[in-house]
């Protein structure tokens, strides 16, 4: 774990460490390749450079973003605003992860992308990859 993202999770109370600990764990290893870092002050991955999952301390829990989610059809994920094609589930207990649907999703990010990475050259556009 890098250095950034350990100050991270060492920020978090008890119960959200032990979350983003476990996140950690599964994404790091299932996404065999993928740099990750702290970008906006959250842990990301990215492939080739494209942002493809993260989390975050919020309010209502750990929220795990999926950058091109809205696209994953799957349920339990959340669309955003709408403007970007990304979707979260929020967790506020380790007990609440279910490490199948999460490895079902990580798959699915592997494959399922939209070009966030070049989105300002495009003045906003993003292209499905």
Not at 103 to 110: E, G
Request: charged fraction near 25%.
């Amino acid at each position: 774990m890098n250095e950034g993202i350990k100050t991270y999770h060492e920020g978090l109370e008890m119960e959200y460490k032990a979350i983003c600990d476990q996140l950690y764990d599964v994404i790091d290893k299932n996404l065999p390749g993928a740099e990750n870092k702290i970008w906006h002050k959250h842990p990301v991955w990215f492939i080739e450079g494209n942002p493809i999952v993260g989390y975050s301390r919020q309010k209502a829990g750990i929220r795990l973003m999926f950058w091109s989610g809205a696209d994953f059809e799957e349920s339990k994920l959340q669309a955003g605003t709408g403007k970007f094609k990304d979707a979260s589930i929020f967790y506020r207990s380790v007990n609440d992860i279910n490490l199948s649907e999460l490895l079902v999703w990580l798959n699915k990010a592997s494959s399922i992308q939209w070009d966030y990475q070049n989105i300002v050259k495009r003045k906003g556009l993003l292209v499905k990859l």
